[in-house]
């Protein structure tokens, strides 16, 4: 295996020529929806759990034409169709055949994060633009083999996050990147819940979820990614000097494999950044905390910010985002269309120096010391 460093090397030089490819514009290679016609889309895989909530979204939607559901597993593929009633020549339990007859615009990926590689490059190869629940890969390579074929099919590949679609985390930029508000000091995120066992995700769900391949670890992964993804934001792309990170088994009789509980320490060259990724809140949290030299911002979920930038601290209500900002569907339906670029929480760029953080976390974690990054930058 190659040395962590040349690792993390490579993944930044196929950053920058990601950053360059997309910012001319790759749908150019892809299908182009016209701007009268439903986007027509495919769902690839359906054994992540917020494939249930997306697939009605997507059913109900008048601007959005499901023409293929996928996955191997006959059982699921059934319930799935059943779910929303629909006719059984929408199911595939064939890939290349799906995407051969339907010709879709767009796939939406909810398998395990261990084969998003595998599911965009089969994408790629069609020229259709992948979205994938978060976070973009396992490790390394795994980012490094999606973004050769973003760049050889010419598609966009875009990595959805809750958070991304809270007006508190729009908000929290916009204030915080105020002249008056100073240079960014401070970053704490504190993602999670009670435990995907405890509350009940689906038995494929938690199948993956608690495999260390399938996933790359357990919640260091399923919540690190959230604080690494908008402290990534929050930096413009900065990549961090070093990670230090620690995990804890403390259920070992429900998490045998996969670490339950991870706080992570990211090292930039003028700020610090605290990622606290668990399956042991007493109460699910996605929590932000940005410092700059003269203002704060909290955000407690998508709705509540508190703000201080002068003598007292104020509550505010953040204002809704733009419609295409509002949620998944309606941010791919965006970028299909060529009326928006990937850009934030939400692109490549960003979601390569995630994976960097979250395989660099994972290694201090194993051996207790802090990784440093490679020198090389975007």
Same mark, same amino acid.
């Given at each position: 295996?190659?040395?962590?460093?040349?690792?993390?090397?490579?993944?930044?030089?196929?950053?920058?020529?990601?950053?360059?490819?997309?910012?001319?514009?790759?749908?150019?290679?892809?299908?182009?929806?016209?701007?009268?016609?439903?986007?027509?889309?495919?769902?690839?895989?359906?054994?992540?759990?917020?494939?249930?909530?997306?697939?009605?979204?997507?059913?109900?939607?008048?601007?959005?034409?499901?023409?293929?559901?996928?996955?191997?597993?006959?059982?699921?593929?059934?319930?799935?169709?059943?779910?929303?009633?629909?006719?059984?020549?929408?199911?595939? @339990?064939?890939? %290349? #055949?799906? !995407?051969?007859?339907?010709?879709?615009?767009?796939? $939406? &990926?909810?398998? *395990?994060?261990? =084969?998003?590689?595998?599911?965009?490059?089969?994408?790629?190869?069609?020229?259709?633009? @992948?979205?994938? %629940? #978060?976070? !973009?890969?396992?490790?390394?390579?795994?980012?490094? $083999? &999606?973004?050769? *074929?973003?760049? =050889?099919?010419?598609?966009?590949?875009?990595?959805?996050?809750?958070?991304?679609?809270?007006?508190?985390?729009?908000?929290?930029?916009?204030?915080?990147?105020?002249?008056?508000?100073?240079?960014?000091?401070?970053?704490?995120?504190?993602?999670?819940?009670?435990?995907?066992?405890?509350?009940?995700?689906?038995?494929?769900?938690?199948?993956?979820?608690?495999?260390?391949?399938?996933?790359?670890?357990?919640?260091?992964?399923?919540?690190?990614?959230?604080?690494?993804?908008?402290?990534?934001?929050?930096?413009?792309?900065?990549?961090?000097?070093?990670?230090?990170?620690?995990?804890?088994?403390?259920?070992?009789?429900?998490?045998?494999?996969?670490?339950?509980?991870?706080?992570?320490?990211?090292?930039?060259?003028?700020?610090?950044?605290?990622?606290?990724?668990?399956?042991?809140?007493?109460?699910?949290?996605?929590?932000?905390?940005?410092?700059?030299?003269?203002?704060?911002?909290?955000?407690?979920?998508?709705?509540?910010?508190?703000?201080?930038?002068?003598?007292?601290?104020?509550?505010?209500?953040?204002?809704?985002?733009?419609?295409?900002?509002?949620?998944?569907?309606?941010?791919?339906?965006?970028?299909?269309?060529?009326?928006?670029?990937?850009?934030?929480?939400?692109?490549?760029?960003?979601?390569?120096?995630?994976?960097?953080?979250?395989?660099?976390?994972?290694?201090?974690?194993?051996?207790?010391?802090?990784?440093?990054?490679?020198?090389?930058?975007?």
């Amino acid at each position: 295996m190659r040395p962590f460093a040349t690792r993390l090397r490579t993944a930044c030089r196929l950053a920058a020529w990601v950053l360059v490819a997309l910012s001319f514009g790759s749908s150019a290679s892809a299908q182009t929806a016209p701007a009268g016609r439903p986007l027509k889309l495919v769902i690839a895989g359906l054994v992540h759990g917020h494939v249930h909530s997306f697939l009605h979204s997507a059913v109900d939607r008048s601007d959005v034409q499901l023409v293929g559901v996928y996955d191997p597993d006959p059982a699921l593929l059934a319930a799935a169709l059943a779910e929303r009633k629909l006719p059984s020549s929408v199911g595939f @339990a064939d890939l %290349e #055949k799906m !995407l051969t007859e339907t010709a879709p615009e767009a796939m $939406a &990926i909810f398998s *395990s994060t261990g =084969d998003h590689p595998a599911l965009v490059a089969a994408a790629a190869k069609h020229h259709v633009h @992948a979205m994938m %629940e #978060k976070p !973009l890969a396992v490790s390394v390579a795994d980012g490094d $083999a &999606i973004a050769r *074929s973003a760049k =050889d099919g010419g598609i966009h590949v875009i990595v959805n996050y809750e958070t991304t679609w809270y007006p508190s985390m729009a908000e929290t930029w916009r204030l915080m990147k105020q002249p008056s508000a100073g240079r960014v000091r401070k970053l704490v995120a504190m993602d999670g819940h009670e435990g995907p066992k405890e509350i009940n995700v689906q038995p494929e769900f938690l199948a993956w979820l608690t495999d260390p391949v399938k996933n790359g670890g357990g919640a260091l992964y399923d919540f690190g990614c959230y604080g690494a993804n908008l402290m990534t934001w929050l930096m413009e792309n900065e990549r961090p000097r070093s990670v230090f990170a620690l995990t804890q088994r403390q259920k070992p009789a429900v998490y045998a494999r996969v670490d339950d509980e991870a706080t992570i320490l990211v090292e930039y060259a003028g700020a610090q950044g605290i990622i606290q990724a668990s399956w042991n809140w007493p109460f699910g949290r996605k929590d932000f905390e940005v410092y700059t030299e003269h203002a704060y911002a909290i955000a407690t979920g998508g709705g509540t910010l508190r703000v201080r930038t002068g003598q007292q601290e104020e509550r505010t209500t953040p204002p809704p985002l733009a419609p295409d900002l509002q949620d998944s569907i309606s941010y791919l339906t965006a970028v299909v269309r060529g009326t928006r670029q990937p850009d934030g929480p939400s692109s490549l760029a960003n979601n390569l120096i995630v994976t960097e953080i979250l395989a660099a976390a994972r290694e201090s974690a194993q051996t207790g010391k802090a990784v440093r990054l490679a020198d090389a930058t975007h």
